[in-house]
């Protein structure tokens, strides 16, 4: 997580944006106190990318502090860092001054993206049910198959990456007998393996045959490494009463259990079975070194013991949030135990001395809030290291903790450091790391990156430019190379061959990343599309798996203009800015005149684009902002009043008028709601009815007629989709065959808007009848995948799939295929497509939509009865996609007119229109 806050009013000049690639990027982060704009230009590129950062607390330390006076410099600071100047890399680093806004609060962003997660899918409730995932997993696997369901079907999903970077990694394991083999677990994107030690770009996901996402332990048997445990599930905080208030699961995904192999992956059985407890999660495994079938496990429940290779456990340690575990390698009747996390109940350091059939806890030791991390030291395993760190979320400071050491397995401690290095999320990110014979190098991963050549009692943090990135989950020694380290954290995973002075990224192939809804395409080009990512910056597809970045933030939608793609436009998290890009991407600029600083706005704050006049846009924070030129300047809607207190979450706006727009808010001062306007925000429409108190997740509006919208909810048990005909009155509750999970997509082909696809937390679902029948649209994608946005790409009439878990797939949409079921649609040349006018009769407008397979010349021209010519709405080249005229006759007679479109000279269809006055 990129832990900002931003906020600036400029003293001289606009601000200017773009995400940069992760030596740049990791610049920023924490770079606190006054504004600085970056302009970055990167030599083997060749392009300028500009970035604005704000914020107001010291960048480091409880106490640190910095003053700028000028309004402008173009100096490099020591703050900065003399590592700026790279041989491909210069810097133009601009001074602004920090607006009173900008005294927030200081909070971990970190909490902030797991928790809207865990929101969407447990509210009204407190968490997640608890076996409601697994039995949708298996209801899936029993759904007909694509070529039993449907009449016809396009090639399997494929992936277009990003492959050039990696989402949020939690574990990571080398094999002790072939350290080239190494897997990783993923937040969300599951388990992987590299065969190359990550340095071939050869990572691939592991099957299981179960619906694994989030993958926080990995232990693998010394003495038969064909054995493999896995634990899953990313939980955070424990869903009970603390301090007398009911706090919500943090967590990042499901949990299963354990799983096991004995084939080295081939296959995989249950071991822990927790498919009827997904709340849960395994937080370590430890194999016993001289007997392999005790193993023990770390979970939110407390720490498990099994004594015959997990066919069975027993809970040895009834303490909530276990977190890490050691076992003594001479001595393995000696045990440590670590519990806790925000403060949960049992929380500390616990001994056993029988083989971990009972623990006690050890006196003498500080209280503490967050994660309490363990290190052995390899040369002499009695010595032991214990980092221990407070949450400190929502304090203005940082986290306390300390580093100690034992040097008798446990029984005493001594304060090796008390230095402040946890930030703001010692409950997420921490590890301690020793080199295995030198125990004066110790490498310590909070929010930032530490190395310390005295055993632990000084340690300096790595410059941006040279650290890997933030958040920093775990590590794995390398078995016969004492300087080989590996750590993992919110960017992927990360090798040093001198113990963590420097890292090499082997991230090349990870398909990880975590896209959220707002992904946006060209209608253009089917090579360009942006999305804004998890823990990173934005990304921008350009024909390539290897993405550059783009947009500016890891949270909020994205637009792109549909008759122009020179014009993008992004969110940052909270709907804190907006920006926009003039030049396909490369540079952003601040865009937000008539939008005030920090109102509030949902993590992944909406923002869309109308079709049918793209001066027009829309933004949503609790109030709604409409744009009339391109986002030049913006206005309240609603006469400036929110639509109910609550932030917007979802929104789509008409492809057939610029005014019509649909709105769902997400609970925050009462429950969540469903708004309609069709006077541009004048005034808006509760129409929500009886749809499920639960978080509309994404909206979809037919492109052809929109009195019919589609809704998705999160959460189970609940109305997967809702449908109206009749824009909003009533509502059509869809649910089976559509899994019992979180619905978070829907998109319409506008080549055939009977084709509806849903995205969930399973993967993607198609209905060929307008929601009335479904099949499973999986093929080609892993066993689960959690889907952040469905979205059309006209241009080459397919779909994009934006997974919140695995990057980015494409696929041809179903009416790319000529199954010959469409009377009409057979006697059409080249697929162009005339629709029917709606509404139809009118008076005295209409609106004429029509489908383009590829770009050409198009005029749509309007004709009385007589045949004599009335008007030439459309004479122009326009792109593939949907299209849409309007046709105003407040001037003609009352009676039938015929309008005709032809492309490239050539008649495609006429059809007829009904004036009455």
Request: aromatic share 12%.
């Amino acid at each position: 997580m990129m832990q900002r806050d931003w906020s600036a009013q400029p003293i001289n000049g606009n601000l200017v944006r773009k995400s940069m690639n992760p030596v740049s990027h990791r610049l920023l982060k924490e770079t606190e106190v006054f504004v600085i704009i970056i302009r970055h230009y990167h030599g083997r590129h060749g392009f300028l990318a500009e970035f604005e950062h704000s914020s107001c607390v010291p960048a480091r330390g409880p106490n640190r502090s910095f003053t700028l006076e000028n309004s402008m410099s173009r100096r490099s600071s020591a703050f900065l860092g003399v590592a700026i100047f790279l041989s491909t890399l210069s810097v133009e680093v601009m001074l602004y001054k920090p607006t009173e806004d900008c005294k927030r609060e200081r909070i971990s962003e970190a909490m902030r993206a797991l928790d809207f997660w865990t929101a969407s899918r447990t509210y009204p409730d407190a968490e997640i049910p608890a076996d409601r995932y697994f039995k949708a997993y298996l209801d899936v696997r029993e759904m007909r198959s694509e070529t039993d369901a449907l009449v016809s079907v396009p090639a399997p999903w494929t992936s277009i990456g990003p492959t050039n970077f990696a989402g949020r990694t939690l574990a990571i394991a080398i094999n002790p007998r072939n350290p080239n083999t190494i897997y990783i677990g993923t937040a969300a994107g599951g388990l992987w393996c590299s065969h190359t030690g990550g340095l071939g770009a050869d990572w691939q996901r592991v099957a299981t045959g179960f619906p694994v996402l989030g993958v926080n332990a990995i232990a693998i048997q010394a003495t038969d490494t064909s054995t493999i445990y896995v634990g899953t599930g990313e939980v955070y905080r424990y869903c009970c009463a603390i301090g007398g208030l009911v706090l919500r699961e943090t967590r990042g995904s499901y949990g299963l259990g354990i799983l096991k192999t004995t084939n080295s992956g081939a296959t995989w059985t249950k071991s822990l079975d927790w498919t009827c407890n997904q709340r849960r999660g395994v937080e370590c495994i430890r194999i016993n070194p001289l007997n392999p079938f005790t193993v023990f496990a770390a979970t939110s429940e407390g720490v498990y013991r099994s004594t015959d290779g997990g066919a069975t456990w027993l809970l040895v340690l009834n303490a909530l949030m276990a977190q890490d575990i050691a076992i003594n390698p001479v001595d393995t009747t000696l045990v440590l135990a670590t519990c806790g996390n925000f403060a949960s109940t049992g929380r500390g350091v616990y001994r056993s001395t029988n083989g971990g059939v009972s623990f006690a806890v050890i006196g003498g030791l500080p209280s503490f809030t967050g994660k309490a991390m363990l290190e052995m030291y390899g040369a002499n395993p009695r010595r032991v290291y214990l980092s221990l760190a407070d949450t400190a979320v929502g304090l203005s400071s940082y986290g306390t903790g300390s580093l100690r050491r034992s040097t008798n397995f446990g029984e005493t401690w001594t304060v090796v450091s008390n230095e402040a290095v946890y930030g703001v999320q010692g409950w997420y990110s921490q590890f301690v790391a020793v080199h295995p014979t030198d125990s004066m190098q110790v490498v310590r991963g909070t929010m930032y990156l530490y190395k310390s050549t005295n055993g632990g009692v000084s340690s300096y943090e790595f410059p941006y430019l040279s650290s890997p990135w933030a958040d920093y989950h775990s590590y794995a020694h390398h078995p016969t190379n004492p300087n080989i380290l590996y750590i993992v954290d919110d960017g992927g995973v990360w090798r040093s061959t001198n113990f963590g002075t420097t890292y090499q990224s082997v991230n090349g192939g990870l398909l990880t990343s975590q896209f959220y809804n707002g992904f946006s395409c060209s209608a253009q080009d089917s090579n360009r599309a942006l999305g804004q990512v998890q823990d990173h910056f934005g990304w921008m597809y350009m024909g390539s798996a290897a993405w550059p970045s783009g947009a500016v933030d890891e949270a909020g939608w994205t637009a792109i203009n549909q008759s122009n793609d020179m014009l993008m436009y992004a969110v940052e998290r909270d709907g804190d800015s907006l920006y926009r890009s003039t030049n396909r991407g490369m540079s952003f600029f601040v865009s937000m005149s008539g939008v005030p600083p920090y109102t509030t706005g949902a993590w992944n704050s909406p923002l869309v684009i109308s079709k049918s006049n793209p001066n027009y846009l829309y933004f949503g924070r609790a109030i709604i902002y409409r744009s009339t030129n391109a986002g030049a300047y913006w206005y309240a809607t609603n006469g400036g009043a929110s639509l109910d207190g609550n932030p917007a979450l979802s929104m789509a706006v008409s492809a057939t008028s610029q005014d019509t727009v649909f709105v769902g808010t997400a609970p925050g001062s009462g429950r969540p709601h469903i708004f309609r306007t069709t006077n541009a925000g004048t005034s808006w429409t509760n129409v929500t009815g009886d749809l499920p108190n639960r978080y509309p997740v994404d909206i979809a509006i037919d492109p052809i007629d929109s009195r019919i919208v589609y809704v998705a909810f999160g959460g189970f048990d609940t109305t997967r989709l809702a449908k109206s005909t009749n824009a909003g009155l009533t509502w059509t509750h869809i649910n089976s065959p559509l899994p019992n999970v979180p619905t978070t997509a829907v998109a319409i082909d506008p080549f055939n808007t009977n084709h509806v696809y849903v995205g969930n937390d399973l993967g993607v679902f198609v209905s060929a009848d307008a929601g009335s029948t479904w099949a499973s649209f999986n093929d080609g994608l892993f066993e689960a995948v959690m889907v952040g946005d469905l979205v059309i790409s006209p241009s080459n009439r397919s779909i994009k799939l934006a997974t919140h878990s695995n990057g980015v797939f494409t696929r041809k949409l179903l009416s790319s295929l000529p199954t010959g079921v469409e009377e009409e649609r057979r006697s059409l040349p080249d697929w162009f497509m005339l629709h029917q006018n709606f509404p139809n009769p009118f008076n005295p407008t209409t609106h004429i939509p029509y489908s383009l397979s590829r770009s050409g010349r198009v005029a749509l021209k309007v004709f009385d009865i007589a045949g004599r010519g009335v008007v030439t709405l459309v004479d122009q080249s326009q792109t593939a996609g949907l299209h849409i005229a309007e046709f105003e006759a407040t001037s003609l007679a009352s009676g039938v007119y015929v309008y005709r479109l032809e492309v490239e000279g050539r008649v495609i269809a006429c059809r007829k229109a009904l004036l009455l006055r």
